[in-house]
């Protein structure tokens, strides 16, 4: 892509405006009368186009996959919901919740109470009204004894009440003024009340499924009965589950689908050279992370700590592991497009005198410094395992690598031994990923990070309706966590789409790839 | 002759019951007991026990082992752990693909193999032979899914003749399956045509040096002849055996493959489930490629004797 056809996209997106795009082409050597045609195009590139079949390749799909929301953990099953079903909330376009079948919530002082008012007039694809039955039935799907990947934030609700046809009433256990964002998960979809029939499913979405064959592929036919307002333009929607990175791009390169998600970051320079593929490059909350437990010795020392955040070259783990697309870590998990992002933290780069100082202040010299890496954390963990361990041995620091089998990391390495390589996926709210890693009784606090202060300053966010307070405490915890934490935070990973040409619509968001999973409904091919 | 096919069989049956034997054994010893595993992290020491109860595991393994083996005797191979389907219901449309994939890469790769192999025996020596043994050398030599990159860069990209996706599904009509399944089946056919063709020819060529085709050298035989009409019947049997054991890769060893083209076949399917520790499917899968197998060697096995006569009339 050049620099102009890069600003025509961002017009086209909506991300600058006319007389910036005019800027922008007269820096570039273009004149005005030309600069108003390209920008004609562009305006005509953004009008939505109806028809035609929309076809997706996905990775994350197994041949174990239903249309139950309570059994879905990846990709294909989270784009195949987005495409059929709605939920009460969206994460919208600036990771802000916008209205979806809620159509408008109000939370009582203290965000502990809430009142969702629903839409009126949605029709479900077998005919049924959507009303508050069916949204409690569809939320109450992953409270309690439930294996849904939503039940943990669930557990917050305490009840779920009918005040009307039309509106419901949530209770939380203690206030979280983040609830929407809870509430924008794709497992929280909504389906008719007491449905089970999951080869089946009946939802409220852009498109009905025709086809779903696990693992292999799902076909999507328009409803013609959609009620929302400029979403779902094409025909059909046609998923072929792709998980081999090569064959996936193959597929785009060749013509045989129109979109594809997870571009191996190494190939990318490859694609950009086709002059018929665009690239969709989001920043996303994904990072990998080297967990210490801060309870245990030697990581209990915070002097260690810091000789080891500095002692890593976090620029050329970048490179390493994603060839330069994402940002550098800060042991921060709030990655910097998030509203609550701490900006102000300074940056920690590789130095090898400040971690020796750190290191040597810390007087532990025979410290044993164990890192159990394995690739089952994330595709590299083990090159930058060795990366770390060299750029560490440069500050008098002795990293033992020591690899773990990918068979059983998660039950065997993670959260049972001091110090290894992981990641986290990103939450939508800054308060969701400081709740689930870094609060003092999260069952997966990676880090055994457990300070009352701490935990205080989420109570108070989360109970926190004032915009200004909230952010204070916000920012105060990331300091905590970036000065003394025992996250090791080297590098936040882009959500990296591709697509040919001819998509439009297909935008990037920060929560996760694929236009969010939203994909679906979002995008249209140009005549 | 039916004595013998009689006899082959019923060993074959032996074969594959000792198979089911290991088959259950491996299941058994896998890392991690089933129903911890279907639980993973929301397991309770409760909601565990129940578990196994209601999967039977409590019982001892040779009583399990014989009721699976009855149900698969009357064609009930269980239900899938994982989405409670009927494992020969979520199989068949799998089983299928990959037999039709087999076939197809057979039927090319065979006559194909065989035409080879004759004309590098007639021709044993010239340039045509010793440029079709390193052309075959090098595309056994190489890793499948590396000749799979390979057409899809070339074949697929750079020409755009054929699709780098076989994505069938069951309503495909068999024309665009031919299509579609097109480059993986050359992939196949280039993996197994160098092993069947290089033995067609060591074995025409280890006949050549006996007295009877001396004498029809002598005799003024066109040289083709001597090769088609009198070595090539005498060579048969190892060509046979070297056959069925590439048929039998074409069915059980096509896994990658199947990845590289996403062709949704039975191999990818088992690997999905044994890292879901779906033990009946695992189970099923088992026992279908043994099957293959053994069948496949029954049948070289008798073809190989048919194609004896010293052995077709033993004294």
């Known amino acids: 892509m050049t620099e102009l056809e890069y600003w025509m996209q961002q017009i086209a997106q909506g991300r600058i405006g006319r007389r910036d795009f005019m800027g922008r082409a007269a820096a570039l050597g273009v004149g005005t009368a030309l600069a108003s045609t390209l920008l004609a195009q562009a305006g005509k590139a953004d009008e939505p186009q109806k028809g035609g079949t929309l076809k997706l390749g996905i990775a994350g799909g197994s041949t174990t996959d239903t249309m139950d929301p309570t059994t879905w953990t990846d990709s294909v099953t989270l784009v195949c919901g987005f495409t059929c079903m709605n939920g009460l909330i969206e994460n919208g376009p600036d990771n802000k919740p916008v209205a979806e079948l809620a159509e408008s919530w109000e939370a009582k002082p203290g965000a502990a109470e809430w009142v969702f008012k629903l839409r009126k007039g949605v029709q479900f694809h077998n005919g049924k009204e959507f009303d508050a039955d069916d949204a409690i039935y569809s939320l109450n799907l992953h409270r309690g004894e439930t294996k849904s990947g939503a039940a943990g934030p669930m557990k917050a609700i305490t009840d779920i009440k009918k005040l009307d046809a039309n509106q419901i009433q949530i209770t939380l256990a203690s206030g979280d003024a983040d609830l929407p964002y809870v509430l924008s998960d794709y497992h929280l979809l909504m389906v008719p009340k007491d449905f089970k029939d999951w080869a089946k499913p009946v939802g409220t979405g852009a498109y009905t499924l025709d086809a779903f064959d696990p693992g292999v592929r799902a076909a999507f036919k328009r409803n013609a009965n959609y009620w929302k307002q400029g979403r779902g333009h094409v025909d059909a929607v046609e998923i072929t589950v792709i998980n081999d990175t090569n064959a996936r791009m193959n597929a785009l390169v060749t013509g045989q689908v129109d979109v594809i998600h997870r571009v191996d970051p190494k190939t990318i320079a490859l694609l950009k050279k086709a002059p018929n593929l665009e690239v969709v490059r989001a920043p996303g909350g994904w990072h990998c992370i080297l967990p210490m437990f801060t309870d245990t010795a030697p990581y209990s020392n915070p002097d260690i700590r810091l000789a080891l955040k500095h002692a890593i070259d976090r620029e050329k783990v970048l490179q390493v592991l994603f060839s330069g697309y994402g940002t550098v870590g ?144 916000i920012w105060e915890m990331q300091k905590q966590l970036h000065e003394n934490g025992g996250a090791l935070i080297p590098a936040f990973r882009d959500w990296l789409d591709a697509h040919s040409n001819k998509v439009g619509g297909h935008t990037p968001h920060n929560g996760f790839d694929l236009d969010n999973g939203r994909i679906a409904e979002k995008a249209w091919l140009k005549a | 002759m039916l004595r013998l096919i009689v006899q082959r069989l019923s060993l074959g049956l032996l074969t594959l019951l000792a198979a089911s034997v290991l088959i259950f054994a491996g299941t058994e010893v896998l890392p991690g007991d089933l129903a911890s595993a279907i639980l993973t992290n929301s397991a309770t020491p409760e909601n565990l026990a129940a578990m196994r109860k209601e999967l039977g595991l409590e019982r001892p393994a040779a009583q399990r082992y014989v009721e699976w083996l009855g149900g698969v005797v009357r064609g009930d191979f269980g239900h899938s752990l994982t989405n409670k389907r009927d494992v020969i219901e979520e199989l068949a449309p799998r089983l299928k693909n990959t037999f039709f994939l087999a076939i197809y890469a057979a039927l090319i790769a065979v006559p194909l193999a065989v035409l080879l192999g004759l004309l590098a025996a007639i021709w044993q020596g010239g340039v045509y032979d010793r440029s079709i043994n390193v052309f075959t050398l090098m595309t056994i030599s190489v890793p499948e899914y590396f ?169």
């Not at chain 2, 599904?169 to 480059?183: A, C, H, K, V």
């Not at chain 2, 899968?285 to 010293?310: E, H, Q, Y």
């Open chain 1, 330 to 473: 800060n042991d921060n998990p709030i990655p910097r497009g998030d509203p609550y992002f701490n900006s102000e933290l300074p940056q920690t780069h590789y130095d090898a005198d400040k971690a020796k100082f750190y290191f040597d202040k810390a007087g532990m010299s025979d410290a044993r410094i164990v890192l159990s890496a394995s690739d089952a954390a994330f595709g590299g963990a083990v090159d930058m395992a060795t990366l770390y361990q060299a750029t560490a041995a440069k500050a008098g620091i002795n990293i033992i690598v020591k690899r773990e089998p990918a068979d059983g990391f998660w039950d065997n390495v993670w959260l049972k031994a001091p110090f290894i390589t992981s990641y986290w996926g990103g939450r939508p709210a800054a308060t969701q990923m400081l709740g689930v890693a870094y609060k003092s009784d999260a069952p997966w606090n990676d880090t055994h990070w457990k300070q009352e202060g701490f935990d205080k300053l989420l109570a108070d966010a989360r109970a926190e309706l004032d915009e200004g307070k909230r952010k204070g405490y």
């Open chain 2, 147 to 315: 000749l799979g990159y390979l057409l899809i860069k070339y074949v697929a990209v750079e020409l755009g003749w054929f699709p780098s996706l076989a994505n069938v599904s069951p309503e495909t009509p068999l024309g665009d399956r031919i299509f579609l399944t097109f480059l993986p089946m050359l992939n196949l056919v280039l993996v197994v045509v160098a092993h069947m063709m290089r033995l067609t020819r060591a074995s025409v060529l280890a006949i050549m040096a006996s007295p009877y085709i001396e004498m029809a050298i002598l005799k003024g035989l066109p040289k083709w002849r001597i090769v088609v009409q009198h070595a090539f019947p005498n060579a048969l049997a190892p060509v046979i055996n070297v056959i069925a054991l590439n048929l039998a890769y074409l069915i059980v060893g096509v896994v990658i493959v199947e990845n590289v083209f996403t062709y949704p076949g039975l191999g990818t399917l088992m690997v999905d489930r044994v890292s879901k520790h779906d033990v009946p499917m695992v189970q099923a899968c088992g026992l279908i490629f043994a099957g293959t197998f053994i069948l496949l060697n029954i049948i070289a096995d008798v073809g190989a004797i048919m194609s004896n006569p010293r052995l077709r009339h033993p004294r």
